[in-house]
């Protein structure tokens, strides 16, 4: 399971409540989050005295079937990070979560980057669909990437997650 945009915490907690065993790689910038194109997180950081550590120590006391958890502090289109990713996993991913820079240039650059190293059959989802930029990549995927990408449609579950894809 990867996931990229992991600063509270809460996503990662509630995957790694599965019971199937696996690695979890979780990506944010953490203490240095601030503005990342759509958001700003400022005052999230700031506020709630976000870090590495908070996240770390919360997953970690939720980790009830304890999993093999890595999070990596630095940016996802980062090639270093990238690299780290890749040697914590390297045959690859069931899930991917992409729900980092909310930009269109960064969550398809996110897709682009990230894409080849899920497995067939695997899962990439896309949290808050109803923004326009992500719905906007979500489109270019279904139009561009129909080959390889399967899209599940999943009405009426919530307008932030429709549906997700499917690697073919």
């Known amino acids: 399971y990867l996931e990229i945009g992991c600063l509270f915490g809460f996503s990662m907690v509630n995957a790694t409540r599965s019971k199937t065993p696996g ?3 979780g990506i944010d910038l953490f203490e ?3 503005k990342i194109t759509m958001n700003d997180y400022t005052s999230d950081v ?3 005295d976000l870090s590495l550590a908070k996240t ?3 997953v970690k006391q939720c980790n009830i079937h304890n ?6 502090q630095g ?3 980062w090639s270093s990070v990238q690299r780290k990713i890749l040697s914590i996993a390297p045959t690859g991913f069931d899930m991917v979560f992409i729900d980092g820079d909310h930009s269109f240039e960064g969550t398809y650059g996110d897709f682009s980057l990230y894409g080849p190293s899920l497995r067939p059959g695997g899962y990439m989802l896309f949290d808050d669909q109803d923004y326009p930029e992500i719905a906007r990549v979500i489109v270019k995927i279904k139009n561009e990437h129909s080959k390889h990408y399967e ?3 999943w009405e009426g579950y919530a307008p932030k997650f ?3 894809f499917k690697k073919c």
Do not use: A, E
């Not at 999993?67 to 990596?72: A, L, R, T």
């Open 23 to 25: 690695k979890f790689v």
């Open 32 to 34: 240095s989050t601030g």
């Open 46 to 48: 700031v506020d709630r």
């Open 56 to 58: 770390t120590k919360l």
């Open 67 to 72: 999993h093999d958890i890595s999070f990596i």
């Open 75 to 77: 940016n996802s289109q």
């Open 151 to 153: 899209w599940v449609p």
């Open 162 to 164: 429709r549906g997700f």
